[in-house]
T-cell receptor, first 115, second 115 residues
Framework: DAKTTQPNSMESNEEEPVHLPCNHS???????IHWYRQLPSQGPEYVIH???SNVNNRMASLAIAEDRKSSTLILHRATLRDAAVYYC????????????????FGTGTRLTIIP | GAGVSQSPRYKVAKRGQDVALRCDPISGHVSLFWYQQALGQGPEFLTYFQNEAQLDKSGLPSDRFFAERPEGSVSTLKIQRTQQEDSAVYLC?????????????FGSGTQLSVL
């Protein structure tokens, strides 16, 4: 899987928007961009994913650069419950539908929310 | 419950003991994954099942680690002759079919401490 690069940590004020960057300069045309987050003492949870177009769901938005070499996860109004480690992961769509669909995690970005 | 359930939540073992960690995936989920997470690191892939078939065990660190899913539902990760370096959180995840871009649902993990 292609590699991603994220800042080790970020801070944001409560009720402010948060922009979490991810660089993936070696992304292939068939790689989807996935984001998971891990709250303290819990397993990771899915946040959002996309291929080329920007995506929105109830948790967040995903903005993908036109050249797809970077993306940004946007939390529109951070709350204390959003404090977590955020992982940006690439998943290759070429892998057969019943092949190995493992996620390969990096070290992620630890997001701290300041009250 | 509707989520992935892991037991025990905490396990303390003396070096050299054997341990067994259990995972109950979401009912009907075909794919099941085991991950190991050291303190301060992202989860590392251990092994993957499609129903009862173990399709990938490339991440198992040694032959002391063994996983099974005999009836295609509950899975057990067994570690023989535990060592201090085995201390970590062991996470289980499941997905509905394992198809590309399907969400993985994680349990809260078993924290293993080897003394």
């Amino acid at each position: 899987d292609a590699k991603t690069t994220q800042p080790n940590s970020m801070e944001s004020n409560e009720e402010e928007p948060v922009h979490l960057p991810c660089n993936h300069s070696t992304i292939s045309g068939t790689d989807y961009i996935h984001w998971y987050r891990q709250l303290p003492s819990q397993g990771p949870e899915y946040v959002i994913h996309g291929l080329t177009s920007n995506v929105n769901n109830r948790m967040a938005s995903l903005a993908i650069a036109e050249d797809r070499k970077s993306s940004t996860l946007i939390l529109h109004r951070a709350t204390l419950r959003d404090a977590a480690v955020y992982y940006c992961i690439l998943r290759d769509a070429i892998i057969s539908n019943f092949g190995n669909e493992k996620l390969t995690f990096g070290t992620g970005t630890r997001l701290t929310i300041i009250p | 419950g509707a989520g992935v359930s892991q037991s025990p939540r905490y396990k303390v073992a003396k070096r050299g003991q054997d341990v067994a960690l259990r995972c109950d995936p979401i009912s009907g989920h075909v794919s099941l994954f085991w991950y190991q997470q050291a303190l301060g690191q992202g989860p590392e892939f251990l092994t993957y099942f499609q129903n009862e078939a173990q399709l990938d065990k490339s991440g198992l660190p040694s032959d002391r680690f063994f996983a099974e899913r005999p009836e295609g539902s509950v899975s057990t990760l067994k570690i023989q002759r535990t060592q201090q370096e085995d201390s970590a959180v062991y996470l289980c995840a499941s997905s509905s079919t394992g198809a590309v871009n399907e969400k993985l649902f994680f349990g809260s993990g078993t924290q293993l401490s080897v003394l």
